[in-house]
């Protein structure tokens, strides 16, 4: 059964603050890894596709990286804007089901 | 706007009552799906579909039904409501496998 950790649960950063949140998982043939945001009331909104590790993609503040046993998002310089949780999703089989973690919520202060 | 649009953003049922979680994509995408969130648990796979005329079964698919007969529209039905389906519904469509999903906006229900 794919299994998908993230850590921590809970983070708060005083902007400016760089920090970097886990996604491990624990599958049988990662087709793909993904990093979603979302915003209270709001549904999960894309961020990146990782495919094969050593791969790296970044957006904006946003870094993500990908070995063979986690994914790591690198927020560098955060805003309050980038408040939000962070969810990761695995995908193994066919039929584009994707699997995810409970999420990491990221409070970022002034 | 492009995009997955749900309907409604909210709804209390009654235990025993069904009704139908509407989604729709203009996107032409050929995948879709349906997850529930709850705290503490993630988002949940319920069903899915790889095309019209075809959907599987999710992670947690008891009590829910799916159907496609159009590639715009993937309605999910509650058959007979009870209190542990109490969540939030998210509509889910992708162009490919391996793509990134675009998610609708969601949709909170009740049963009480």
């Known amino acids: 059964e794919d299994q998908v950790t993230q850590s921590p649960e809970a983070l708060r950063l005083q902007e400016g603050e760089s920090s970097s949140l886990n996604c491990s998982y624990t599958v049988s043939g990662l087709r793909g890894l993904f990093w979603y945001r979302q915003d209270p009331g709001k549904g999960p909104e894309f961020l990146f596709t990782l495919y094969s590790a050593g791969e790296e993609k970044e957006k904006e503040r946003l870094k993500a990286t990908l070995t063979k046993k986690e994914s790591f998002l690198h927020i560098t310089a955060p805003k309050p804007e980038d408040s939000a949780t962070y969810l990761c999703a695995v995908l193994t089989g066919g039929g584009n089901k994707l699997t995810f973690g409970t999420g990491t919520q990221l409070k970022v202060e002034l | 706007n492009a995009g997955v649009t749900q309907t409604p953003k909210f709804q209390v049922l009654k235990t025993g009552q069904s009704m139908t979680l509407q989604c729709a994509q203009d996107m032409n995408h050929e995948y879709m799906s349906w997850y529930r969130q709850d705290p503490g648990m993630g988002l949940r796979l319920i069903h899915y579909?790889?095309?019209?005329?075809?959907?599987d079964q999710g992670e947690v698919p008891n009590g829910y039904n799916v159907s496609r007969s159009t590639t715009e529209d993937f309605p999910l039905r509650l058959l007979s409501a009870a209190p542990s389906q109490t969540s939030v519904y998210f509509c889910?469509?992708?162009?490919?496998?391996?793509?990134?999903?675009?998610f609708g906006s969601g949709t909170r229900l009740t049963v009480v």
């Open positions: 889910a469509s992708s162009l490919e496998q391996g793509h990134g999903y675009t």
């Open positions: 579909s790889v095309g019209a005329g075809i959907t």
